[in-house]
């Protein structure tokens, strides 16, 4: 009886440290994908804007397809074992083709009780990295993260602006 209680507790309280944590989360993703090694300067370079299409003017800023990632690894890396989800989704030449886009989990979605709009903050000029410090482990969005920048920028704050 008093061992199932503690499991009861034990478990509420890991659900409140999951749901209320603002640590990094990085969950465990189809293949290794690195964005330092896709955007430092010193390295591919790349824009975020070029594999994030939706986040200069859409509400969702979208993950790329697995056929982008292959105008590239189509000859980089080509054969390299870790890429073989991109080869599954994309490359029709594949012995595995599937045809199945390639999953990728979310490392900090906000609940869907929320508004939020790529292309309004873009628009106001809120680059990528003010948001999103370091893209391969994410901190969890907050409230208060928002509502500082919006005191600051004098954005209503009124609730149903940002709450369904
Ligand atoms: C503009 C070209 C380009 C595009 C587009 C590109 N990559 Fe890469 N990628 C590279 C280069 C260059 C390397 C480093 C190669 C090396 O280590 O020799 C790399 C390395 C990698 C690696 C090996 C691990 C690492 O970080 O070194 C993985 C996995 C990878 N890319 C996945 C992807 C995925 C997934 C996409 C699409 C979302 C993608 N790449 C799009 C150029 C590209
Ligand atoms: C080569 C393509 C590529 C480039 C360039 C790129 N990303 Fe990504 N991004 C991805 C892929 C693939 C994922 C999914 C895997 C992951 O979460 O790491 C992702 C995931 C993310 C996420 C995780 C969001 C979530 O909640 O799951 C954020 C934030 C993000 N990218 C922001 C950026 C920013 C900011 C830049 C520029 C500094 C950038 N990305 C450049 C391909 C790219
Ligand atoms: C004002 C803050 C802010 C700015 C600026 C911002 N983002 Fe986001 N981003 C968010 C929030 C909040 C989410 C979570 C949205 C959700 O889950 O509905 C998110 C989600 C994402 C995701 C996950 C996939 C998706 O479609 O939601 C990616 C990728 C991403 N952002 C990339 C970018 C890139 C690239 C830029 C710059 C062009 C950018 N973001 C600018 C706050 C921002
Ligand atoms: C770094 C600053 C910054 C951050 C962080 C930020 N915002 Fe904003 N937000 C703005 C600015 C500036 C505008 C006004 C854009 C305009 O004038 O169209 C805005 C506008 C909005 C609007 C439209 C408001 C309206 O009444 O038209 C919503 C909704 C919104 N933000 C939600 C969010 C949410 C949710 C978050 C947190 C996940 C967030 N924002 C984080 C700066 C920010
Ligand atoms: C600028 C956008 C914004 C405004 C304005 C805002 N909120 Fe939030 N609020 C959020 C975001 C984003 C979350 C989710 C944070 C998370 O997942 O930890 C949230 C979460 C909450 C939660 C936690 C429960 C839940 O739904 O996840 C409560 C309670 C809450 N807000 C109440 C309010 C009240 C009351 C007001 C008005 C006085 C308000 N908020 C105004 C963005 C906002």
Redesign the pocket.
Known sequence: MWGLLLIFFAAIGFAYWHAYSTRPHT?V?PLP???AT??EADK?G???????TGAQHAAA?G??SAG??LDCHHHILATDARLAPLHAAANTDYPAYTGEP?K??????LPATINFHHGQHSAAGIS??Q??PN??S?TPHTMRNCLDCHRREAVPTNCDRCHK
Do not use: G, I, K, N
Not at 46 to 52: G, N, Q, S, Y
Not at 104 to 109: G, I, S
């Open positions: 969950p993703q994908f690195s964005h896709h955007t591919v790349m824009d975020c804007r070029a594999c994030h800023a993950f790329p982008s990632c390639v990728w989990v979310r490392q900090a979605p990528c990295e948001c999103h893209p391969d994410s």
